[in-house]
T-cell receptor, first 115, second 113 residues
């Protein structure tokens, strides 16, 4: 079975500073990896995903993530955050082979961008 | 119109009542899912369906049932609502292949009093 751990429940950061939201996963098989963002009172929006190929994945709104298979990590980064990036961020995985479509989520990280 | 539409957006119901949450999609995807979101727990899978005749339990299916009325419609029912079912519920669809990914609805906020 797969599991996901988001290492920080809250990350406060000042506007225009860089940020990294950490995600580690556990799986005995290959996985697909996703980052979603949830703005207040809204649904989930896909930021980026890793299916195969380059381990550095670029997403929307200036976010990027790097898949590190040896460390089983998929950390999300942004070089300069804006107030509008304040939201909850979820890391998620699903297995590749024998795919059931079941997406396993981490607990979420709340990014608080301060002026 | 949204690709995945959930109704209602908000609902308050009393303990013991039966309630149905509805989901419809225009994506043309075969796979549909119901998730529940609780603070600090992320999203957890309740039920999923690969087609009209293929319905599977997720990790927290107790107290819930589903119906896949058509490829585009997937409903979640709480037969006898209880307060700890108060949560934000999301419906999602997924496609496979090169464009593997999921599309989520806007969610239904359910409060059981």
């Amino acid at each position: 079975a797969q599991s996901v751990t988001q290492l920080d429940s809250q990350v406060p950061v000042f506007e225009e500073a860089p940020v990294e939201l950490r995600c580690n996963y556990s799986s005995s098989v290959s996985v697909y990896l996703f980052w979603y963002v949830q703005y207040p009172n809204q649904g989930l929006q896909l930021l980026l995903k890793y299916l195969s190929g380059s381990t550095l994945v670029k997403g929307i709104n200036g976010f990027e993530a790097e898949f590190n298979k040896s460390q089983t990590s998929f950390h999300l980064r942004k070089p300069s955050v804006h107030i509008s990036d304040t939201a909850e961020y979820f890391c998620a995985v699903t297995r590749v082979s024998g795919n059931t479509g079941k997406l396993i989520f981490g607990q979420g990280t709340t990014l608080q961008v301060k002026p | 119109d949204a690709d995945v539409t959930q109704t209602p957006r908000n609902r308050i119901t009393k303990t013991g009542k039966r309630i149905m949450l509805e989901c419809s999609q225009t994506k043309g995807h075969d796979r549909m899912y119901w998730y529940r979101q609780d603070p600090g727990l992320g999203l957890r899978l309740i039920y999923y369906s690969f087609d009209v005749k293929d319905i599977n339990k997720g990790e927290i299916s107790d107290g819930y049932s589903v119906s896949r009325q058509a490829q585009a419609k997937f409903s979640l029912s709480l037969e006898s609502a209880i307060p700890n079912q108060t949560a934000l519920y999301f419906c999602a669809t997924s496609e496979t292949g090169e464009n593997y990914g999921y599309t989520f609805g806007s969610g239904t906020r359910l409060t059981v009093v």
